[in-house]
């Protein structure tokens, strides 16, 4: 497993304030469980940062197993909170991902599944939540009606207010497209430092590391082999393209050492968002917010480097994409890892309880996930999780990540089926259908049965794959294609 | 492994990384499974564990012309033995008119434009969905067919004249596809006897095996030996149409009643030179009745051979067996001796399922059911899991008897593809290409040439085929024609009696009331055709949400011969 035992006393250890140390255990079943002395106490009126490093992969993390210590500020947050070491997210792109953590529903429920409601040049419509799902309620919604001041800042694009985002809070900013935490922080403190007095509810964005982002001031090269020749510089422009051509093709041809190349400069960009955050942490410990915050640090997906033969994010479901860190660090103190597998829906019910906000019943039913507090506390268990993508209408994908460690993806819009077994091939790369064929049968009448039973039949029509553009240069070429045509 | 690998120092980007990267990557899941496999003991037995499935088609039998449901000739004293240790749906409805459609939503559980079967002309790749004998392999089946209905075995290359054996739009599945390519006279439409012998050499398998049995279908008993040929026969009797121009075609003798000879009757006038030339007597339409119920009779007789040997060889005890007839045939009702329409003689067929070790035997359900609910019942009663795009109803609950079950309490009909759509493809083209097989009286020859080619240009080779709609409760059918000027331009009766036809839009029928559908009577009840108009109007939208691609990968379409 990803950690020791004496390393995991060790983490406990550093991060016990005032609660008795953690103990962990192996149960015999392969999976670490912890158990912890004290009950999770519950935290009203605290304060609650919710951090998004969009597109890190949890692989990439040295926390959740990476080798290279690149992210020492979330390794250390991660000591002192709660570690959860297989999240699966609900999409493999930001625009779907992300809402669930403020909604409780699976994209298909808050029906952010793309960027356009509809895109039939020269009609075009923003998806935008409030309109396509209208009972739904936010978390920014529910804190601001229980007192909270709420402040969003972001990198914009996949979470632009536009879309849904920015509903209930006070402020949100998203004014740079892509934008990292270097753009969002100072904003974010300038905010801090108005509202320190009031109980808050603070999103953190930050884009950094994602492929249309470069650093300000470009990259050092500080993760790259001193032999590259620099076919590749590492721009927005060139991670675009690759983009691009992966979808394309279906996969890229690449040199052993670009992919080397792209990595290391995946990993400066998570590198230096580490240490933005860290400025973040050490402003927040400065105003004496530190014991009056509940931190979630998360990421909305991961990031492919080639896994697939692909760069980039959202046209798969394999876990390089779907695997994502997930730390919860208590105003309290408690430490400890969950060992065993959760999802992303469950972040929204988790934060409720532990903030103690009083819920509606139209909020209860809202919510699909659980709360893990009893997994932190060395209870709970693992469960099933259900991913889904229908990424630009390029295709239409929907996954079970079983808790057994099968893995089973349908793509809908050809029938196309995968079973993977991570325990013996975590990288996804043996499909096991045909050795399977039950196996994949029923894991593929689970996934269709668990859509169904939240109101989205995969049956109910046929699924067409069409154009439905995420990047602003794909609409301008679709749309001069067209005025093209037109014009012929 | 994680051990050793936090220890490593921080690697620049290096071939050893990767792969460090790559392990690390997977680690959270790598190892041993998170969570103990079921124990086996502690499950209960599945019924798929021990279940052999034995599917028996019996292509246009009609329920009606059998013993156990009153018919006054002992035609079918096998199938009615094992009626009583059966259950019988008394009112099983077809999906269309004709074979391969109405089969392959049987076969998949999904309504024709659904599979993307809809006409004789198919592509490989025509129908994707999953059927029977997939579904079954997945859990260890062995399965196999054997199949003396040409329709579900040969292909035809209309521009070359050239018969192809494209084993692939109903073979897709199976271990063995077994077609004996035997001969009667000129008929292929045997009894598959074949079956009984892999039963022979399948018996300690676990095994689907499908058995379509073509030997009811016209020409009548032209496979069956005399004397249960003629056995039924008016005493005497010397078949009307061999007084005129020799039709038979090439399936059968000059005495077998063929679809060629079949075809030229309408309102009981025989039709050569596009008048009327022989005014059919009670004696004529006995005879064609006589030999249909003589090749039931024949092929019952068969059926009490696999009883035999199900017994013999101990499977009664754990096999299912399902017994269905696709659709039925007109036989003389409002004068017509052809499956054209959607009439009740056509629509209504055979469903009977016998249970392992007789359970459930000697129940007869009413309800209205379909053949799309024979694969989720088949399914639900072997323990597996019902595939998601199924359209059909387990009917599990109703043959248990469980308190509010239901079947079907509409039955959707598509007919598809017109009559006149597979003629255009297959029918009349096949009679010019060879000058053998050519079989009109030389006086028709221009006109049938210029209806061919018209036919053609109305139904473009790539083009989507129109078709009728129909829903049927247990009292009303409603038929909306969606193109009737088209079908009356293009209608074969209209043609071939050389007497223009009139096609409503819609029609309504009062199946108690008036069961041969003689009077449209959509006039007379508003109320009615709007509540059934709406219901068939929503499956309708459902329906065209899930169509499959008519036309997918651009591959020539081949013809599925008929006759």
Redesign the interface.
């Known amino acids: 497993m990803g950690i020791t035992r004496r390393d995991f006393v060790k983490q406990a250890g550093l991060g016990a304030v005032g609660l008795g140390l953690g103990v962990s255990m192996f149960d015999g079943l392969g999976r670490t469980a912890s158990a912890f002395a004290d009950q999770i106490g519950k935290y009203k009126d605290h304060n609650l940062v919710f951090v998004s490093f969009d597109a890190v992969q949890a692989a990439h993390v040295h926390a959740f197993g990476y080798p290279q210590p690149i992210t020492p500020t979330i390794d250390a947050v991660s000591r002192q909170g709660y570690k959860f070491d297989k999240t699966i997210s609900v999409s493999s792109w930001t625009v779907p991902a992300s809402m669930t953590w403020f909604t409780g529903v699976y994209p298909c429920e808050h029906k952010l599944v793309n960027k356009f409601s509809v895109y039939a040049p020269p009609v075009e419509k923003i998806a935008k939540m409030r309109e396509l799902a209208p009972s739904i309620v936010t978390l920014a919604e529910i804190l601001k009606k229980n007192g909270y001041a709420t402040g969003g800042f972001t990198g914009d694009a996949g979470v632009s207010a536009i879309f849904g985002y920015g509903l209930g809070f006070d402020t949100y900013v998203d004014n740079v497209k892509f934008g990292g935490l270097d753009q969002s922080v100072p904003k974010a403190i300038d905010w801090l430092k108005q509202n320190k007095d009031k109980k808050f509810f603070m999103f953190l964005h930050g884009y950094d590391a994602h492929g249309q982002h470069v650093p300000a001031g470009g990259y050092d090269y500080r993760f790259v082999d001193k032999g590259y020749d620099y076919r590749y510089k590492g721009t927005a422009a060139e991670q675009e393209a690759l983009r691009e051509e992966g979808l394309a093709n279906g996969k890229l041809d690449m040199r052993e050492a670009d992919v080397q190349f792209w990595r290391a400069v995946y990993d400066e960009k998570i590198n230096r968002e580490d240490a933005i955050f860290k400025h973040f942490l050490d402003t927040v410990e400065a105003l004496g917010l530190t014991g009056k915050t509940l931190f979630v640090l998360t990421s909305d997906h991961g990031t492919e480097c080639f896994e697939h033969k692909r760069i980039d994010h959202g046209y798969t479901l394999y876990n390089e994409l779907i695997h994502v860190p997930l730390i919860v660090k208590l105003p309290g103190g408690g430490s400890g890892v969950v060992g065993h597998q959760v999802s992303s829906i469950d972040v929204m019910p988790t934060v409720l309880e532990l903030l103690d906000v009083p819920l509606a019943d139209n909020i209860k039913k809202q919510l699909r996930g659980r709360s893990l507090i009893a997994d932190m506390q060395g209870g709970g268990g693992p469960e099933d999780a259900y991913s889904e993508t229908d990424y630009r209408l390029y295709t239409f994908k929907r996954s079970l990540m079983a808790k057994d460690g099968w893995k089973y993806i349908h793509t809908l819009e050809n029938n196309g089926r995968e079973l993977y077994y991570l325990p013996d091939d975590p990288g996804e790369m043996t499909n096991l259908v045909a050795k399977e064929p039950r196996r994949a049968y029923e894991m593929e009448q689970r996934v269709f049965g668990f859509f169904k039973s939240i109101g989205s039949d995969l049956t109910a029509h046929r699924w067409e794959t069409g154009m439905n553009p995420v990047y602003d240069y794909q609409a301008k070429t679709y749309e001069a294609k067209l005025r093209e045509e037109r014009k012929l | 492994m ?2 050793m ?2 220890r ?1 120092v ?6 050893a ?2 792969s ?18 079921d124990k086996a003991a502690d499950k209960p037995e599945k019924r798929y564990e021990h279940t052999n499935v034995i599917l028996v088609t019996l292509q246009c039998l009609r329920p009606d012309h059998m013993g156990m449901n009153g018919y006054a000739r002992d035609t079918t004293p096998n199938l009615d033995q094992i009626s009583k240790s059966s259950v019988v749906f008394e009112n099983s409805i077809s999906h269309t008119n004709l074979t391969p459609v109405a089969m392959m939503a049987a076969l998949t559980s999904e309504y024709p434009r659904v599979n993307g079967l809809v006409t004789f002309d198919v592509t490989k790749d025509s129908v ?1 969905a999953r059927t029977i004998p997939e ?1 079954l ?4 089946y062995k399965t196999a067919a054997v199949v003396t209905s040409p329709e579900f075995v040969m292909r035809f290359d209309g521009e070359n004249g050239r018969t192809i054996n494209l084993r692939d739009v109903f073979s897709r599945g199976y271990d063995d596809y077994i077609w004996p390519r035997r001969h009667v006279g000129r008929s292929m439409r045997v009894v598959p006897s074949e079956s009984l012998d892999w039963i022979d050499k399948n018996k300690d398998k676990k095994f689907f095996l499908w058995i379509a049995s073509g030997s009811i279908h016209p020409p009548y008993a032209a496979t069956v030996p005399e004397p249960d040929k003629s056995m039924y026969d008016p005493p005497g009797y010397t078949p009307f149409w061999r007084k005129y121009f020799p039709v038979s075609g090439n399936e059968g003798g000059p005495n077998d009643p063929t679809i060629d000879i079949l075809l030229r009757i309408w309102n009981n006038e025989y039709y050569e030179g596009f008048k009327p030339v022989h005014h059919l007597t009670k004696e004529d339409a006995d005879y064609i009745v006589a030999r249909y119920d003589a090749g039931i009779h024949y092929t019952d007789k068969f059926i009490g051979e696999l009883r035999a040997k199900l017994k013999a060889d101990g499977l009664d005890k754990n096999t299912i067996v399902i017994f269905y007839s696709i659709h039925g045939k007109a036989l003389g009702e409002r004068g017509i001796f052809i499956n054209y329409d959607l009439y009740e003689a056509v629509l209504k067929n055979l469903l009977m399922i016998r249970f392992p070790d007789r359970q459930f035997a000697g129940r007869r359900i009413d309800d209205q059911v379909q053949g799309i609910d024979i694969l989720p019942t088949l399914l639900s009663y072997l323990d597996i ?5 199924e359209q059909g109803k387990d009917l599990m609950p109703l043959v248990r008897g469980d308190a509010g079950a239901t079947g079907d309490e509409y039955a959707y009909i598509d007919r598809m593809p017109w009559w006149e759509h597979w003629m255009s493809r297959f029918f009349l083209e096949f009679k010019f290409q060879d000058p053998l097989k050519r079989n009109h009286p030389p006086s028709e020859d221009k006109a049938i040439e210029a209806y061919e080619n018209m036919l053609k240009q109305e139904f473009p080779m790539d083009a989507y085929p129109p078709g009728d709609i129909a829903i049927r409760s247990k009292q009303w059918k409603l038929i909306v024609r969606t193109n009737p000027r088209l079908l009356e331009k293009v209608s074969w009766p209209g043609f071939i009696t050389g007497t223009p036809v009139h096609i409503p839009d819609m029609e309504l029928y009062d199946l108690i009331a008036d069961p041969i559908q003689a009077h449209n009577v959509v006039d007379e009840h508003p109320k009615v055709v709007a509540e059934l108009k709406a219901k068939l109007m929503e499956w309708n939208s ?1 329906v065209e ?4 691609p008519y036309h997918k990968s651009g591959e020539k379409r081949y013809i599925i011969p008929y006759p």
């Open positions: 994680n051990k690998s936090k490593r921080f690697l620049r980007g290096t071939v990384a990767v460090l990267v790559a392990l690390a990557f997977g680690s959270a899941w790598a190892g041993p499974a998170a969570v103990a496999a994707s579904i392999k997945y859990y260890g899991p019902i595939a998601a795009e459902e949400k899930r169509k499959a």
